[in-house]
């Protein structure tokens, strides 16, 4: 009684086995990777069919009793190795597929960081042309003053030079606020 017990419960763990199969070709993304499981898949059935063969044969013979059992031991072990083997890709697939959607994320966000970035340089880039072409015009500014200091020196008396200093260094005072 005992041994059909086991080889029953062979079936069941493959019937499980079935199940757990299918989850897991439902759970591939690449074609070529489906269609190798696809193989096991069958040869899951396979083993199934062939279970039960054997179960109709042990209820119809008398086996060696010692000889049965270890046939029936070496059947559940390997419908439970099946079993386990499955469970495990499954949870593999499940965790890989959780941390690729993860790090999906993080590109996208490291992506858009990157491009706010950018955008910013530009600005900052275009700002620095700015100052650098303002700096350009106040030192074109300040040689012509110089220039034209120089020549009216000779021309205006030192009161009246003074007074033009002072005014100057106002007007270039604002400049700087």
Known sequence: MYLYLIVGFGILFLLYSL????????????????????????????FLISYIFYLNFLLETKMNHLFSLLINLILLFGSLFVMII?????SLIIHLNKEGKELREAHKEVKESHET???????????????EESN?????????????????????????LKKENKDMKKRIDGFKK
């Not at 757990?20 to 990777?33: G, Q, V, Y």
């Not at 499955?86 to 499954?90: A, E, R, V, Y």
Request: aromatic fraction near 14%; charged fraction near 35%; avoid cysteine.
């Open 117 to 131: 970035l950018s955008k910013e340089h530009k600005k900052l880039l275009n700002a620095k042309l700015e100052l």
């Open 136 to 160: 350009e015009k106040l030192n074109e500014t300040l040689e012509d003053f110089y220039t034209l200091r120089l020549s009216l020196e000779s021309k205006t008396d030192l009161k009246k």
């Open 86 to 90: 499955l469970k495990i890709n499954i």
């Open 19 to 46: 199940f757990l199969a299918n989850k897991f070709i439902s759970l591939i993304r690449k074609k070529e990777l489906k269609k190798y499981w696809s193989i096991i898949f069958y040869f899951i059935l396979f």
